[in-house]
């Protein structure tokens, strides 16, 4: 299956600690995206990358979040220090451009507690 | 600001029953429309994509509307399954890149 994974699936960290995630997308899409999902809620944007070039970033980013997509492929997802509100589920997606009418697929997301 | 709102939160019926999920969007000025299920603690699958240009899209025992200019779109599950029990999500996507979410309605299908 070549759909978008996501890496880990289930993270456990301490307060305080940084945490890593990894995304690899479908392998001819452009375009990749970072949501965060809390229980009950629908999944809000976080940033959004064009091949290697971060383009867009939401007010959620926080200066301890970092994202990168070094040679347009995979992208990671950074958290330093991190907090007890930043316990969610963390879903990369991924769309081929230019076109914004195209389908976007999403992974099955890395689950993040932070205790 | 687009804001996005599925109508019920939650939903249980008997298998065999046919069902409407309902979604509504602020802003008419999108580029499309999309559906996801989501499985307790999964990702999310998509389910089909409405174009703005569209007014429905099928697939299988699925069919989704969509009537931009009220601000309203319908996903139609036929012949409900016990699988079928799932959170379902609608997305719009405008201007921006990104995708913007209701916060779903929870299906469950009683066998």
């Known amino acids: 299956d070549t759909g978008v994974s996501q890496n880990p699936r289930h993270k456990i960290t301490k307060r305080g600690q940084n945490v890593t995630f990894r995304c690899d997308p479908i392998?001819?899409?452009?375009?990749l995206y970072w949501y965060r999902q809390t229980l009950g809620q629908g999944p809000e944007f976080l940033t959004y990358?064009?091949?290697?070039?971060?383009?867009?970033k939401s007010r959620l980013l926080s200066d301890r979040f970092s994202a990168e997509r070094p040679k347009g492929s995979f992208s990671t997802l950074e958290i330093q220090r991190t907090e007890q509100g930043d316990s969610a589920m963390y879903l990369c997606?991924?769309?081929?451009?230019?076109?914004?009418?195209?389908?976007?697929?999403f992974g099955q997301g890395t689950r993040l507690t932070v205790v | 600001k687009q804001e996005v709102t599925q109508i019920p939160a939650a939903l249980s019926v008997p298998e065999g029953e046919n069902l409407v999920l309902n979604c509504s969007f602020t802003?008419?000025?999108?580029?499309?429309l999309q559906w996801f299920r989501q499985d307790p603690g999964k990702g999310l699958t998509s389910l089909l994509l409405?174009?703005?240009?569209?007014r429905e899209q099928t697939s299988g025992r699925l069919n989704a509307s969509l009537d931009k200019s009220s601000g309203r779109s319908t996903l139609y599950i036929a012949a409900s399954q016990p699988g079928d029990s799932a959170t379902y999500l609608c997305?719009?996507?405008?201007?921006?890149?990104?995708?913007?979410f209701g916060k779903g309605t929870t299906l469950s299908v009683s066998s």
């Open positions: 997606a991924s769309s081929l451009g230019p076109s914004m009418n195209t389908e976007a697929f």
């Open positions: 392998s001819e899409h452009n375009r």
């Open positions: 990358f064009q091949n290697e070039a971060q383009l867009e």
């Open positions: 802003d008419s000025a999108i580029y499309n």
């Open positions: 409405i174009q703005s240009s569209q």
């Open positions: 997305a719009v996507r405008q201007a921006g890149t990104a995708l913007i």
